[in-house]
């Protein structure tokens, strides 16, 4: 059984970014250059996991109930949630 056919973030689309800079433990760290070498397994580009770390907090953040329901009074914050989770069911 291929496992890497089984992540939940899927190909990556290509975006416009803004750099933001952040400190993380270092194990967390490992998990996430993990998660990267298994992602460009699976999908056949090479990734890093700081190119994979704003996908992977949209989709938590899509996939969060308690933001979404607060988002419901923003209606762009919201259209933009459902298309996260939208593109994040996609790339299963």
Known sequence: MNTTRNLRLGPLPKT?????TFACPTG????????????AQAYGEAVDAV??????????MAGDRGFRRSSSTNPAALRHAH??????????
């Open 16 to 20: 416009e970014n803004i750099k933001l």
């Open 83 to 92: 298309a996260s989770a939208d593109a994040d069911l996609s790339g299963r």
């Open 28 to 39: 967390l760290k490992a998990d996430l250059d993990r998660y990267a070498a298994l992602h």
């Open 51 to 60: 190119t994979l770390i704003p996908y992977m907090l949209e989709a938590f």
